[in-house]
């Protein structure tokens, strides 16, 4: 006789049927989480860890990070210090250094503790977590940085991915504290969520995931913002963030999703710590809980090669017809194939722009800026100019100029205005053809 669940049963049996891709999707994949010292002194710690103890049984490789900052504070008031600090990083004196050390010795073993539960009737019930540390971090001081000596607060120099890699291929789980050493055999206090971004560059990992105080990234509205492209992730880092202790702390993490999506880790979420769940949320449910933030539109954009010069021919040929650009020469193109950045879709260019930079007079130019008309919808060539801006700012420019004869209101909407021809580099004022009369619109980079 067949019975009917419950609703709660046929609840439980939906949720697991549409869980079922993700499920699929995770296992084999390396995933480096992070979560602060404030996290272990909640009384939820123990539904993260039986979480992430699901997640390792699911087949996925993951590698722990864990901060103590207030567990480094406490012992530092027990042993009658103050804590120092200087644009919100610690400084670790020699003599604070061994209260570093108890700090976090003690909070990676009462983690170590928690992983090897194995109670019955417990979410742990026949886990069997082999947890595995070491000094996976090779460290290098921070240094003196406008007149404060952080002493021994520390860089992450290297992370030995191989080893970690080595761990990870027998199941294990990494753990990874905030200490770093160095070549010299000193130790170093260091930022957690930098030791999380740097493993997963180094692991090439699939996720990293942020486990922090508040939820994710809002709008102006309160709104939460589920996914975020890296352009609109550093978009709203440079126009909501460091206002308020909490969108201090949004932006802190979204610099380093920002590093980290560069460096080649294809997703970042940010998520919340006060959401019981937040974890599986995240990772098995369509919408998640918290903030995706994404480098996928990132996938085919890449520095231009020799072997891409046809592609750019083709893609800039029907604005040269136009007028809308000034006619390249191959030979032309070649030479200044360097400067190029395009965007790959399946084989084909789809956009490209050109950066000339002017070292002397910190300008810089951007040029045959193109999108194929089949993605001009698509918001690629806010991504492609938004990616020059951040060269030219990598290359310590403080202006960027373009001229243009058709798309002058394109521009301007993005923040240029229109300026003479006086205000372009002595070596392209030299150049300008007065004849096709192009307007020059400058911007200032923040």
């Not at 697991?16 to 891709?21: D, G, V």
């Not at 610690?90 to 009462?110: F, L, P, Y």
């Not at 480098?295 to 040269?320: H, K, S, V």
């Not at 951040?390 to 993005?414: C, D």
Request: proline share 3%; hydrophobic share 40%; net charge negative.
């Amino acid at each position: 006789m067949n019975k009917t669940p419950t609703d709660s049963g046929r609840l439980q049996v939906d949720w697991f049927r549409q869980s079922a891709p993700y499920i699929r999707a995770h296992r084999g994949s390396t995933c480096v989480i992070l979560f602060g010292g404030e996290a272990l002194e909640d009384a939820g710690f123990a539904h993260l860890i039986h979480d992430i103890a699901l997640l390792s049984s699911l087949g996925m490789r993951l590698v722990l990070v864990h901060g103590a900052r207030p567990q480094i504070e406490t012992q530092l008031q027990t042993l009658g210090k103050q804590s120092n600090f200087a644009a919100d990083l610690r400084i670790t004196s020699v003599d604070d250094i061994s209260a570093v050390e108890q700090a976090v010795g003690q909070v990676r073993m009462r983690i170590e503790a928690q992983l090897s539960m194995g109670l019955p009737n417990t979410p742990m019930s026949g886990a069997a977590i082999r947890v595995v540390s070491g000094n996976f971090v090779t460290a290098q001081p921070y240094g003196v940085r406008d007149g404060v000596d952080y002493g021994q607060t520390g860089n992450v120099r290297k992370i030995d991915a191989g080893a970690i890699s080595e761990q990870l291929a027998h199941t294990n789980v990494v753990l990874i504290s905030p200490i770093g050493y160095s070549t010299t055999g000193e130790i170093f206090n260091l930022r957690a969520e930098d030791v999380a971004t740097e493993a997963a560059i180094a692991l090439k990992a699939d996720k990293l995931i942020f486990v922090m105080e508040n939820n994710g990234v809002y709008n102006a509205d309160g709104e939460l913002l589920q996914q975020l492209k890296l352009p609109e992730a550093e978009h709203w880092r440079e126009h909501h963030g460091g206002k308020t202790p909490d969108t201090l702390d949004t932006q802190s993490h979204l610099n380093n999703a920002a590093h980290a999506c560069r460096g080649g880790v294809r997703r970042v979420h940010l998520i919340s710590r006060n959401i019981d769940g937040a974890l599986l949320l995240e990772l098995f449910t369509r919408d998640g809980t918290g903030t995706l933030i994404t480098a996928d539109n990132y996938e085919g954009l890449r520095t231009a090669t020799i072997d891409d010069i046809g592609g750019i021919m083709e893609l800039i040929a029907p604005l040269e017809e136009k007028g809308a650009l000034v006619k390249r020469a191959r030979e032309q193109l070649e030479l200044d194939i360097h400067n190029f950045t395009v965007i790959e879709r399946d084989g084909m260019i789809i956009a490209c722009a050109a950066l000339f930079p002017f070292a002397e007079e910190k300008i810089a130019e951007l040029a045959c800026l193109a999108v194929h008309k089949d993605y001009q919808q698509n918001g690629r060539g806010n991504e492609l100019m938004q990616h020059i801006e951040w060269q030219a700012r990598k290359q310590h420019m403080e202006t960027m100029v373009t001229l243009t004869t058709q798309t002058m209101h394109w521009f301007i909407e993005r923040g240029f205005i229109e300026v003479s021809v006086e205000s372009l580099p002595v070596q392209k004022k030299n150049l300008y053809n007065y004849q096709r009369k192009s307007k020059v619109l400058s911007k200032t980079l923040a």
